[in-house]
């Protein structure tokens, strides 16, 4: 079903093995779910007054066989692509509507050439009130590899949440770099976390760049002390240099002897700011209720990409269903006869399976 490589240390399962697995599941998943079929003794051998026939079973399966996704994904929590879609017809309907309202703002900001540059959205147009030069989703990288992967990593200290932290490890000397668009920045605002004062910033620097490898100094000194968890503290500096890379480190930590460096949140300040209109103000609102629409009336479902033509997966029936017994020549997806067939202008994938009504 797919090349298959040696175990190269005790425990080590087969590619081949788990794709089997895979499609076993998601062939008896849609049977069992969708059409109301037992399939699973179908796949070991066709039984005499069972329908689905052993090889109907393995055509079934070459629906299934060609994803793009790795038929193991040790252990790295990282998923494939997703969908945005409503959560049900009344969100859509609700979604739609806040989308016509967003369009006709839009035309009628543009139609002032006012913002240009900014008036393609609602989110650039609000970025003009907005202090913090540094955006959610943009990229972070830390000073090393000495964080939690999962919980505790560098995006935490721009994602604008309180209930979340960045730490390293590395403790004194510790810090990240953000990526933003290009912007003079005037200050810096640091909040502490919730717990563990001892590992609160005591000394910074901050450095700036244009090309991410030759870094200015900008300013360096004190972190005001921190009183209480959560609290945020504003460095001001004088500073009218643009740059797209911000480096900042901590060189010392409030406990001298703390292993750790934790951070609840950083915002860069921008220098800069567009005076409050009326065209603003409303801009501002409408994003809000894109951001808190968004959480309202959408979801995400994961998808499934197909390989591409030149590295498809052959598919052959397994014997007794065992994933390193294929035999026979390669099968074309297709569905069981009981049910009918698909319509010779439907697709033969996954798409063409799930338009139920090219069947006949």
Known sequence: MCDSIQPRERGEQLLTEFQAKNNFDRVETTGTALLGLSLTCARCHTHKYDPITHDEYFEFLAFFNNTAEHSMDRNQ????DHLTVAKDPVSKKKWEDFLGKEAAFLKEVRATGKYKGSDESLAKLADLLAPDLSKPGNRVKASSQNFHKRSQKPEHAIDDRLD???LNRDGNGSGLTIFTPNGIIHGISLTSAADHPGRDPKTYKLEGSTDGK?????SEGDVPSFTKRKQKREILFENNQSFTTYRLTFPKLSDVYARFMQIAEIELLKKHLAAKDDLLARAQQLNNERIQGQRNYLTTTL???????QRKRVTKVLERGEYDKPIGKPLNPGVFSVLGEMDAGSPSNRLGLAQVDHFR
């Open 164 to 166: 979340t932290i960045y």
């Open 303 to 309: 998808i499934a990409q197909d390989l591409p033509e």
């Open 77 to 80: 929590y990282v998923y494939g």
């Open 214 to 218: 030759t870094f200015t100094l900008i």
